[in-house]
Every structure is written in structure tokens, then in C-alpha cells.
């Protein structure tokens, strides 16, 4: 049974749509975040929730909203999607004794 | 700006070899988290080091958080083709109430049979 999930596994879409990605953790942590990790493996903090709750916003475009409709998920919508967008997304949990856990990525293509 | 950074960038040898990696940081972290990232999957933990100066084992891997927590080494004795993959060093900051992980530019390390 996967500890943390997203969908979709990869995401190729045009400039301008409007796309989701889900993500689901069954370890009853309360934190998760979202990162960005570029071409170069560079992998970047983007959002962090506590419990529902939005406690980091690291100065992301507002073209990006994340969504925690309970502790065990946190979506993140993209709008107006743009080329420097192209990434791949991590979805992470976090417990109490200071473990990540990350999920397996979506591979975003913007074209 | 890039706050951690790592040497080497890519690092390939034979099987057999010693290697370390290094992450450097002029900034003090709450704890130093070190991962393996695999091709189409994301990271995985190997270690957390939290005091000044202290070392971990796992196995082959030999930890080691600089005694200002500025600064992080990776020794792996006697590499395996197992061992290939891409090598982050994450710091943590408490920040509102939660931590905050700055990960490191990363090493890719290719382990040759």
C-alpha cells in the first residue's frame, strides 16, 4: 500500500490550460508539502500545510493553489499554465520524528 | 539563492572505490537530512543528523553534520553499481511554526561494474 500517491504520473498540456495534481497520504501525518524540482534536479519548497492549514507559501506564482480538504490530501491547481512551469511536482509528508516522505512525482510538459 | 550547495556536481567511479560528497552552507540549520533520489521516483531519506558533529553509520554510508550545523559530509566505503543515483542534502528551519527544507544543488553518482 503506497505511503504518499499523486496523479496523474505524468501531465502534457498547451500554454494556458488550467490542470490538477492530486496527492494522498495514508501515514496520518499532519504536514505535507509541494516542491518543484527543474531540469537541473534542483528541487524547491513551494507550499507547506499543517493540518488544513497553509503555513509556507514560498513566494510561488498565485497562478498556483493548493487545497487541503483534509489532512490526508493536498492538490495543488495551476493555472494558466505557462512553459517555465515544466517540472516535476513532489508531493511530501511529513511525521513527527522529522521523516519526509515523498511521493513518486508528476512530470508536468507544458508545450 | 542557492543555499547548500554540494561538490562534487557528478562524481563516476568503479566499483570498489571510496567517495565522498560535501554540502556546504553559510547559513545554520536545525537538522541535515540526506536523500537518494532513483530516475522517475522521488526522494528517499537515508539519514537525519541533528547535533554539531555528529556521525552516523548506515552501513556503508558514513554521516557526519559539521559541529556549527553549517555543513554535511556523505562518505560511502567500497561503492556498489546499488549506490548510483542522485544524492541531496536537505537543511531544516523552523519557520512558522514548521520546518522548512532547503535542499542542496545535488550529486550524481554513477557507480561502474
Redesign the interface.
Known amino acids: 500500500d503506497t505511503a504518499?500517491s499523486q496523479t496523474p504520473k505524468y501531465l502534457v498540456t498547451q500554454m494556458g490550460n488550467d490542470k490538477s495534481i492530486k496527492c494522498e497520504q495514508n501515514l496520518g501525518h499532519d504536514?505535507m508539502?509541494w516542491?518543484k524540482q527543474d531540469s537541473?534536479?534542483?528541487?524547491?519548497?513551494m507550499f507547506?500545510y499543517?493540518n488544513k492549514e497553509l503555513?509556507?507559501n514560498e513566494t510561488v506564482p498565485n497562478r498556483f493553489s493548493p487545497k487541503s480538504p483534509d489532512k490526508a490530501h493536498l492538490n495543488l491547481h495551476i493555472n494558466s499554465l505557462e512553459l517555465g512551469d515544466s517540472a516535476v511536482y513532489?508531493c511530501?509528508s511529513?511525521s513527527l520524528g522529522?521523516?519526509?516522505?515523498?511521493?513518486?512525482?508528476t512530470r508536468l510538459t507544458v508545450l | 539563492t542557492q543555499l547548500l550547495e554540494q561538490s562534487p556536481q557528478f562524481l563516476s567511479i568503479q566499483e570498489g572505490e571510496n567517495l565522498t560528497v560535501y554540502c556546504n552552507s553559510s547559513s545554520v540549520f536545525s537538522?541535515l537530512?540526506w536523500y537518494r533520489?532513483e530516475p522517475?521516483?522521488?526522494?528517499?531519506?537515508l539519514v537525519?543528523v541533528v547535533t554539531g558533529g555528529e556521525v552516523k553509520k548506515l552501513k556503508r554510508l558514513t554521516f557526519q553534520f559539521g559541529d556549527a550545523r553549517k555543513d554535511s559530509s556523505l562518505h560511502i566505503t567500497a561503492a556498489q553499481p546499488g549506490d548510483t543515483g542522485?544524492y541531496?542534502c536537505?537543511g531544516?528551519r523552523l519557520?512558522?511554526?514548521?520546518?522548512?527544507?532547503?535542499?542542496g544543488?545535488?550529486t550524481?553518482l554513477k557507480v561502474l561494474a
Not at chain 1, 522529522?98 to 512525482?105: K, R, S
Not at chain 2, 519557520?95 to 535542499?103: H, V, W
Open positions: 504518499v504536514t508539502y516542491y537541473k534536479k534542483f528541487l524547491k519548497i507547506s499543517n503555513i509556507i513532489f511530501a511529513r522529522d521523516e519526509q516522505f515523498f511521493g513518486p512525482g | 537538522s537530512q533520489q522517475g521516483e522521488g526522494p528517499v531519506l537525519t542522485l541531496l536537505a531544516a519557520t512558522s511554526g514548521t520546518y522548512k527544507y532547503i535542499f544543488t545535488g550524481r
